[in-house]
T-cell receptor, first 117, second 114 residues
């Protein structure tokens, strides 16, 4: 199957700082990437959908100015959490779709654990 | 709009016993259905998918699921549980026509005890 990586796998930052998370499709071209967040013992919540070269589409209730998404190439999307606060602490997971996917299949990254102090 | 309901947030079975994780969906158009597994602090791994072909779908690690349109169900089963099956399982739905977003169920935590 297709491989998606995320970097970093975990990050700890101080309140008020910004954090960038990278999502890469390693062996296929991802025309669409998705960003999810997952709170402990909960399901995945879709934050936004990004198509290469276009502005991301955010889900209702997700602040686009706080969670900046860039999908500048077919293999890389980034999520920047700006002015992070403790309530932004969560597990962030990206997924990518494209290449030979034929059935809307998304390939998931391993996730990034963000802790804001 | 599509939705997914997973009955039972926690399921506990003995090693070697049958595993049954329930998933019911709601969709106004023919759905695509997925089961994913998540181990602690990891991303999601696809177990199997239904994409309007065979209604009985076999996946990895001995899991299978049957699409039943009349019951709007897509339950996940495994004949004999293994300790390594302990994890969180998510059912998800989407519809055909491009890379539409997945709608996830709340998840079911499977515990396997000796």
């Amino acid at each position: 199957g297709a491989v998606v990586s995320q970097h970093p796998s975990w990050v700890i930052c101080k309140s008020g700082t910004s954090v960038k998370i990278e999502c890469r499709s390693l062996d296929f071209q991802a025309t669409t990437m998705f960003w999810y967040r997952q709170f402990p013992k909960q399901s995945l919540m879709l934050m936004a959908t990004s198509n290469e070269g276009s502005k991301a589409t955010y889900e209702q209730g997700v602040e686009k100015d706080k969670f900046l998404i860039n999908h500048a190439s077919l293999t890389l999307s980034t999520l920047t959490v700006t002015s992070a606060h403790p309530e932004d602490s969560s597990f962030y997971i990206c997924s990518a779709a494209g290449g030979t996917s034929a059935y809307n299949e998304q390939f998931f990254g391993p996730g990034t654990r963000l802790t804001v102090l | 709009a599509q939705s997914v309901t997973q009955l039972g947030s926690h399921v506990s079975v003995s090693e070697g016993a049958l595993v049954l994780l329930r998933c019911n969906y709601s969709s106004s158009v023919p759905p695509y259905l997925f089961w994913y597994v998540q181990y602690p602090n990891q991303g999601l791994q696809l177990l199997l998918k239904y994409t309007s072909a065979a209604t009985l779908v076999k996946g990895i690690n001995g899991f299978e699921a049957e699409f039943k349109k009349s019951e709007t169900s897509f339950h996940l089963t495994k004949p004999s549980a293994h300790m390594s099956d302990a994890a969180e399982y998510f059912c998800a739905v989407t519809i055909s026509g491009g890379y539409n977003k997945l709608i996830f169920g709340a998840g079911t935590r499977l515990a396997v005890h000796p």
